[in-house]
T-cell receptor, first 109, second 112 residues
Framework: KNEVEQSPQNLTAQEGEFITINCSYSVGISALHWLQQHPGGGIVSLFMLSSGKKKHGRLIATINIQEKHSSLHITASHPRDSAVYICAVRGGGADGLTFGKGTHLIIQP | DTEVTQTPKHLVMGMTNKKSLKCEQHMGHRAMYWYKQKAKKPPELMFVYSYEKLSINESVPSRFSPECPNSSLLNLHLHALQPEDSALYLC???????????FGEGSRLTVL
């Protein structure tokens, strides 16, 4: 079974700061997902990666398959970015995702 | 339409009740999932349906009974639940198991 570790678990930053959230996993994967969840709410898929780098607005996600590591970056952070960010990986079969424990991000004005 | 719609948003039930959670998507996705999420914990996979057939059951107690009546609908039938089953139940869908998942807003269940 894949072990997914995220760091940090909690992060508080000031508006405008550059944010990095890290994810590492133990076993080879077919894809890695970055997800966002607001308090009490559903989950929004931000990125699905199998290699390289993706960018969407102020969000950038990278993955290094050899090192089994991915990062999510937020540029020019804003209070509306406050949420839990979850890394999840998919193995090679028709199964669901294995989730990390999430990073609770708070951006203060 | 890129939505996964879950109903009801909130449900309170007694331990002897029978109720159902419903999930609907009209994106033509052929894989649908039920996840359970306790407070401040990551989601846990319960069931996976692929092409309307149950492909994964993660050792979920029989008081939870999934049903996929057609390619757009996924139900979770609940019977004789326990208070520890109180949680957020999330539905998700994807085009197939290799593709991006789309999640619903969840159904928050409270068992009294």
């Amino acid at each position: 079974k894949n072990e997914v570790e995220q760091s940090p678990q909690n992060l508080t930053a000031q508006e405008g700061e550059f944010i990095t959230i890290n994810c590492s996993y133990s076993v080879g994967i077919s894809a890695l997902h970055w997800l966002q969840q607001h308090p009490g709410g559903g989950i929004v898929s931000l990125f699905m990666l199998s290699s390289g780098k993706k960018k969407h607005g102020r969000l950038i996600a990278t993955i290094n398959i050899q090192e089994k590591h991915s990062s999510l970056h937020i540029t020019a952070s804003h209070p509306r970015d406050s949420a839990v960010y979850i890394c999840a990986v998919r193995g090679g079969g028709a199964d669901g995702l294995t989730f990390g424990k999430g990073t609770h991000l708070i951006i203060q004005p | 339409d890129t939505e996964v719609t879950q109903t009801p948003k909130h449900l309170v039930m007694g331990m002897t009740n029978k109720k159902s959670l419903k999930c609907e998507q009209h994106m033509g996705h052929r894989a649908m999932y039920w996840y359970k999420q306790k407070a401040k914990k990551p989601p846990e996979l319960m069931f996976v349906y692929s092409y309307e057939k149950l492909s994964i059951n993660e050792s979920v107690p029989s008081r939870f009974s999934p049903e996929c009546p057609n390619s757009s609908l996924l139900n979770l039938h609940l019977h004789a639940l326990q208070p520890e089953d109180s949680a957020l139940y999330l539905c998700a869908s994807s085009q197939d198991w290799r593709r991006e998942l789309f999640f619903g807003e969840g159904s928050r269940l409270t068992v009294l």
